[in-house]
């Protein structure tokens, strides 16, 4: 639920920075600011085409994952974050021919969208980690039985 309202946050402030490009609110001086800037090319600055690609081979890669882990629900959680990142990115795709990036910290340009991939993905990889730790002791336990 609070991944959805962020979503939505998201779709507003990039509606709000789409319509209002010539604002800027800096916060923490310089170093965090709110700004419009229109992201052309895919991931990390790739061009569209090595983007496609390797966009194409993620998404087949998270669902994959996605129809493998479904039934953990521990793991279930971040990718719903993953897949509502993506979705985020991919509504400005659609309808404005490019990602609409409006946060600024330091170098880096990103939106609530981008945030919540990465943290999914972030997330994933730690129950990954969990899991794995979980089984070893459930495996330990039954040793000493």
Known sequence: MIAILLLAGDFWAKQYFFDHKDQAYSLLGSQLVLQFQANEGLLAGLSYSQGLL????????????????????????????????????????????????????????????????????????????????SLAKDMRKSEQL
């Open 54 to 133: 390797i966009g194409v081979i993620c998404l087949s890669i998270f669902f994959g994952l996605l129809i493998i882990d479904s039934f953990r629900k521990k793991r279930r959680e971040p990718l719903v974050l993953v897949l509502l990142g993506g979705l985020g990115n991919m509504f400005d795709r659609v309808t404005h021919g490019q990602v609409i990036d409006y946060i600024h910290l330091n170098r880096l340009e990103y939106n609530i969208a981008d945030a919540l991939i990465v943290i999914g993905v972030v997330w994933y990889i730690l129950t990954l980690f969990s899991v794995n730790d």
